[in-house]
């Protein structure tokens, strides 16, 4: 008999997990190969001025030293910064590595010391002696802020909306007015893999590349344009990724230095940076919002200010979308949006996980939850009094938004109804307790992916494409998308990504991979069945001779009519019948700039936190989290489910744990370290409810997805933030939450 | 210490169930010897300063940073890697039921959630979950799989209640 259990909706377990459990799955710095040299980077200690003298001379003599690369002797690279200029990065001069004698930031490389062993080369880089012509720095943006811009050239897509009616008067005009500052610190992505990558030379002017990245094609269209190299030399290969959260967007310098260093020397190497040097790159942007709410006595918005300030460096102007969401989630007609920079002497900060909306989040939410208390409102009515159902940025239609669904869901779940408004008015033993709410949003995005997918002899497939997978699950939901197009079995689907010469994808981020691969895989697998049932019919005596695609269905690896399921053919047997000894196919999928032109799509959720604070001591736990989700389809509700489980983890350190500390006389983050530069451990991490709202979307994606990578995130630092409010009547306006802002 | 070419002192010890007789370094940490001496890279570096957890392993059945350890100190020991949990092709019980609770996301932390949580049941410190959460802090999991790791581990506990006393899961 013919089965289908459909794989697509239903939990499956990771296929890449038997490989995750027993060691066997191999990340950047595992790579090897004959004659591998070890690089060892040396970083600036001061953030600002000009190499005066490096002295290498102890360093050489140490036996076992290949080379040590500065400014001075680097080989030659390409001359225009735009040759460094990657997929994704923003507008700006990109950072060149041992470009010359310029300290652009403290922790920058400045020298590369490469030897035969690991050892000898950390022990050769402690050798190396710098001495610098220090200029004046500044690194507080608290000093810079006031010399802030509106970044003249915009990063693609991160422009704020045009203001509408006049929010400046509506707001003074209001009965109800809250304005507010509301800051992040500046926080790091720090995935348990350090950046790390390992370039194998072989000897024939090419190079395999294993670099830590989100995007292999990436990596390897900066590698060819830096080094001056046909895409064809250069083979970027990562199938498996020790976490990326955005820090593997872009590519980071370890990607230059391997690769120059192998290059020159016509040898493997390897660099892969200490946990230290984790905090000398890529980070979340230090942001400063003012966010003004004008609003009726019943609660209904009539004004909206939202201007944010965030750190970047002095070479690139980095922005991510902070104050678009304020005009977007409700209802209100005059709005006003400013997004600007302050530059510091600091690396670049980038992308890191939902980049920009949970700054501006943290500032609309709060501000949400303070205009609840002046209008007496609960804080979900208020939400729900200012629902809207329209895209009032763009006055586009939204594809779908179940909204509406998730406050339901998740105050039912969470038990909102039972809240005592008054603040510190709930308490257990020496414990106050607090319930905050806030609601989250993210764009639903997809972009051109292209993915190949080929059924063998033996009646299994295979799925190739070049995307990631770096812990969301890509790997598996493929394989259900797959399995089901054919009738499969899981185990009978294998999946290779991570791989320059696959077809190609866009670097993995923004949540947008499940639509745009998933889509992709989809594509193929109709075509594939198209070629397979031509193939079928033509084999002696089939029953499929005559029969349409809309004729026939897949399943147990068997094509069979529909009007007679009892006529059908092993998948395995047409593709050996056929003169190849597999049938593939190849197709891409792109946004359709139609829909783009006439709709908007979101993903949403509303997340509901308890916390628990030690009255005298200030420590604050999260007992309890509610987060509800519409986000279209859920192809896996089991690795659907721990995207969103990460992303509230992620909240969790925003609102209570992290921030990178800097001396601001030396210019130097101080807390360069797991142990002061503090993220969530097990035992910070309670009960995490995670609700899926059902959510039928047919415009967002081929295949209904929304994309789940941020959404978590997004809301959740804020309602904590709102509870510990709701338990103490002490609104604290900037992240972290630390006791001693508690207490203060 | 200048790691000058050292011919390096001789250091019996099992690995794996397997009796190694290396000639080790004095400087070399025991963490870079499994990965790169050994090829042995399930054990993960993520800070080399006891502070992630990520290079756990298997001491004489005591859960320990491989980053903290030098390789010269191992004689005579009994060394366990995340390779030699599995045995006869099958996955040890607390391998299996990571992935039935989908408690990892990147798996780079996951050998050494495992190594731990497995010396963790044999310590007899899994008999709640804020025990659990408590005992299995020594190993940051950035993905945030903390929940189900949690659940994979008091699962395993609860299912082989003689482990703590010895017995094999």
């Keep these: 008999m013919l089965t289908n259990d459909l794989h697509v909706g239903s939990p499956r377990s990771r296929i890449d997990g038997p490989a995750k459990v027993t060691g066997q799955a191999t990340y950047a710095a595992e790579f090897t190969a004959p004659n591998l040299a070890y690089g060892y980077v040396v970083g600036s200690s001061v953030a600002k001025g000009v190499i005066a003298g490096i002295d290498v001379a102890a360093a050489e003599a140490v036996v076992g030293v290949i080379k040590i690369y500065t400014h001075q002797n680097r080989p030659r690279t390409a001359w225009f910064s735009s040759s460094y200029q990657d997929q994704v990065g923003p507008p700006g001069k990109p950072f060149r590595p041992l470009y010359d004698d310029a300290i652009l930031y403290s922790g920058q490389p400045i020298v590369l010391v490469v030897a035969q062993t690991f050892e000898i080369a950390r022990h050769a880089a402690s050798l190396v002696r710098i001495q610098y012509d220090l200029h004046p720095h500044e690194t507080d943006l608290e000093a810079a802020r006031h010399d802030s811009y509106e970044p003249p050239s915009k990063r693609f897509g991160m422009a704020p909306p045009a203001a509408r009616?006049?929010?400046?008067?509506?707001?003074?005009?209001?009965?109800?007015?809250?304005?507010?500052?509301?800051?992040?610190?500046?926080?790091?992505?720090?995935?348990?893999?350090?950046?790390?990558?390992?370039?194998?030379?072989?000897?024939?002017?090419?190079?395999?590349?294993?670099?830590?990245?989100?995007?292999?094609?990436?990596?390897?269209?900066?590698?060819?344009?830096?080094?001056g190299l046909s895409k064809k030399a250069v083979r970027v290969i990562s199938p498996f990724v020790g976490g990326g959260f955005g820090s593997g967007l872009r590519p980071q310098y370890q990607l230059f230095l391997a690769v120059m260093a192998s290059l020159e020397l016509k040898q493997s190497v390897r660099v892969e940076l200490t946990r230290e040097q984790m905090f000398s790159h890529i980070h979340r942007a230090q942001t400063v919002n003012v966010l003004s709410l004008g609003a009726e006595k019943n609660g209904r918005l009539n004004s909206v200010q939202h201007h944010a300030v965030s750190a970047t460096s002095r070479f690139e102007d980095h922005q991510e979308v902070v104050v678009s969401w304020s005009g977007l989630l409700y209802k209100v007609e005059n709005a006003s949006f400013q997004q600007d920079l302050a530059k510091l002497d600091i690396y670049t900060p980038g992308d890191m996980r939902a980049p920009g909306a949970p700054l501006g989040m943290f500032a609309l939410e709060s501000a949400m939850d303070e205009l609840a208390t002046a209008a007496d409102i609960d804080p979900l009515d208020l939400r729900l009094e200012n629902y809207v159902d329209t895209d009032q940025n763009t006055g586009k239609i939204l594809t779908s938004k179940e909204l509406r669904a998730c406050y339901r869901k998740g105050a039912e779940r969470f038990g909102w109804s039972k809240r005592n408004p008054v603040p510190g008015s709930m308490r257990e033993g020496r414990e106050l307790i607090g319930w905050g709410m806030a609601s989250g949003i993210w764009e639903a995005y997809m972009f051109k992916t292209s993915a190949r997918v080929t059924l063998g002899p033996d009646g299994k497939l295979e799925i190739a494409c070049?995307?990631?997978?770096?812990?969301?699950?890509?790997?598996?939901?493929?394989?259900?998308?797959?399995?089901?197009?054919?009738?499969?079995?899981?185990?009978?689907?294998?999946?290779?990504?991570?791989?320059?010469?696959?077809?190609?994808?866009?670097?993995?981020g923004g949540s947008w991979t499940a639509a745009s691969a998933g889509s992709a895989v989809m594509a193929a697998c109709n075509t594939l069945q198209e070629k397979l049932l031509s193939a079928a019919s033509r084999m002696p005596d089939s029953p499929m001779a005559k029969a349409k695609l809309d004729d026939i269905l897949c399943a147990s690896g068997r094509m069979a009519l529909k009007s007679e399921p009892s006529k059908s053919i092993a998948l395995a047997d047409i593709v050996s019948a056929s003169a190849d000894r597999s049938i593939s196919a190849e197709e891409t999928v792109k946004p359709s700039l139609l829909k783009y032109l006439q709709y908007s799509s979101f993903a949403h959720s509303a997340v509901f936190a308890e916390v628990r604070i030690d009255e005298e001591l200030g420590v604050i736990r999260v007992t309890r989290i509610v987060s509800a989700v519409a986000a279209g389809r859920i192809l896996n509700p089991k690795t659907a489910r721990s995207q969103i489980i990460g992303g509230v983890v992620w909240g969790v350190g925003m609102a209570l744990h992290e921030e990178a500390m800097t001396d601001h006389n030396l210019g130097r983050i101080m807390n360069r370290s797991l142990a002061e530069y503090h993220v969530p451990v097990n035992a910070d991490i309670h009960d995490i409810d995670v609700i899926f709202v059902d959510e039928t979307d047919t415009k967002a994606s081929p295949i209904g997805v929304k994309g789940l990578g941020e959404i978590g995130i997004v809301g959740t630092a804020a309602a904590i933030a709102n509870a510990v409010h709701h338990a103490t009547g002490k609104r604290i306006r900037s992240l972290p939450i630390t006791i001693d802002k508690l207490l203060g | 210490m200048t790691p000058t070419p050292h011919s390096g002192t001789s250091v019996t010890f099992s690995l794996n169930?397997?009796?190694?007789?290396?000639?080790?370094?004095?400087?070399?940490?025991?963490?870079?010897?499994?990965?790169?001496?050994?090829?042995?890279?399930?054990?993960?570096?993520?800070?080399?300063?006891?502070?992630?957890?990520?290079?756990?392993?298997?001491?004489?059945?005591?859960?320990?940073?491989?980053?903290?350890?030098?390789?010269?100190?191992?004689?005579?020991?009994?060394?366990?890697?995340?390779?030699?949990?599995?045995?006869?092709?099958?996955?040890h019980a607390l391998q299996q039921a990571f992935i039935d609770h989908d408690a990892f996301q990147c798996g780079y932390c996951t050998p050494g959630q495992i190594c731990s949580g497995v010396a963790l049941i044999a310590e007899g410190h899994a008999g709640s979950r804020q025990e659990i959460r408590e005992f299995m802090s020594g190993n940051l999991c950035r993905c945030g799989a903390y929940p189900n790791i949690v659940d994979a581990i008091a699962d395993v506990a609860a299912r082989f209640p003689g482990a703590h006393h010895g017995a094999k899961p």
């Design chain 2, 17 to 91: 169930g397997e009796s190694r007789t290396m000639e080790v370094r004095p400087w070399t940490i025991l963490l870079d010897l499994l990965r790169q001496d050994v090829g042995l890279t399930g054990t993960k570096k993520g800070c080399d300063h006891g502070q992630c957890g990520a290079c756990t392993i298997l001491i004489d059945g005591q859960r320990i940073y491989s980053c903290l350890q030098l390789a010269i100190m191992q004689d005579g020991k009994d060394i366990v890697t995340i390779e030699g949990l599995a045995s006869n092709g099958e996955l």
């Design chain 1, 165 to 227: 009616g006049d929010a400046v008067q509506a707001f003074s005009d209001s009965t109800l007015r809250v304005s507010q500052e509301y800051s992040i610190a500046a926080e790091y992505h720090n995935p348990m893999e350090p950046h790390a990558t390992t370039v194998v030379w072989h000897g024939d002017d090419t190079i395999t590349v294993h670099d830590k990245t989100q995007g292999v094609l990436n990596s390897q269209a900066y590698v060819a344009s830096v080094f």
């Design chain 1, 466 to 508: 070049a995307t990631s997978d770096i812990g969301t699950g890509t790997y598996t939901i493929l394989a259900q998308i797959g399995a089901d197009a054919f009738g499969l079995s899981m185990d009978d689907v294998t999946v290779r990504l991570g791989d320059s010469s696959l077809p190609a994808a866009p670097v993995q």
